[in-house]
């Protein structure tokens, strides 16, 4: 009988040490898959993060001026910040946009006087090497604004006299169906205006100098 204990005292002493490192090996596995499982979100939070820095570098990285020589695929531009000096290779590609849409066009298309903008190169940088280069045509709106007293009203125009001088000539105003009138808060008709009416006149002047107005005040 005592041998049968000691054998099976003898046999758990054995047996116990076993149980306990597969217990802890277990746990010590568990733990290193959690650090793995760790360390990999961080290292693609890392990499989200560079990425989005880099993306946001390079949308934000272009200067603007106008174009004071061009040779060998060389452009030196004048900016706000100064004069930059533009290289361009043969990867760099060159856009015209204009009321129409955007072209591809080449390096000899670009003329000197001409406004362009380049991508790819810091403000602060003196100049560079080219991604993107933009040359935009697109026609550019002017606006006016006048203040005068009303010294006729046509089918499609206004003359305004200066407000403290008759010795000055009338400035034409036209006008059309967009065109806004108003007294107040109130829309009205153009054949509304009394003669001598203080406007405030807004709208847009074309390449030919007309002024266009699209709203019409009465200011008294």
Not at 17 to 39: G, I, M, W, Y
Request: proline share 2%.
């Amino acid at each position: 009988m005592k041998r049968l204990i000691f054998a099976l005292f003898f046999g758990f002493l054995l047996f116990f040490p076993a149980v306990v490192f597969s217990q802890s090996t277990e746990s010590d596995l568990k733990t290193q898959k959690r650090l793995l499982e760790v360390e990999s979100k961080a290292t693609q939070s890392a990499q989200t993060a560079t990425s989005s820095a880099t993306k946001s570098s390079l949308e934000l990285s272009f200067i603007s001026g106008g174009i004071l020589h061009s040779s060998e695929k060389v452009l030196v531009i004048q900016g706000d910040s100064g004069q930059k000096t533009i290289f361009t290779v043969d990867s760099t590609r060159f856009l015209n946009l204009d009321g129409k849409g955007k072209k591809l066009i080449g390096f000899g298309d670009l003329k000197t006087g001409e406004n362009i903008s380049v991508l790819g190169i810091s403000s602060a940088a003196g100049g560079g090497v080219a991604k993107i280069i933009v040359r935009d045509t697109s026609p550019k709106i002017q606006t006016f604004s006048q203040f005068g007293r009303l010294a006729e009203v046509k089918s499609d125009s206004l003359a305004l006299k200066d407000p403290n001088r008759d010795d000055l000539p009338t400035i034409k105003v036209l006008y059309n169906s967009a065109t806004v009138f108003k007294k107040g808060t109130q829309t009205i008709e153009p054949s509304a205006l009394a003669a001598n009416s203080k406007l405030i006149v807004v709208g847009t002047i074309d390449d030919k100098g007309n002024l266009t107005a699209t709203q019409v005040q009465i200011a008294n």
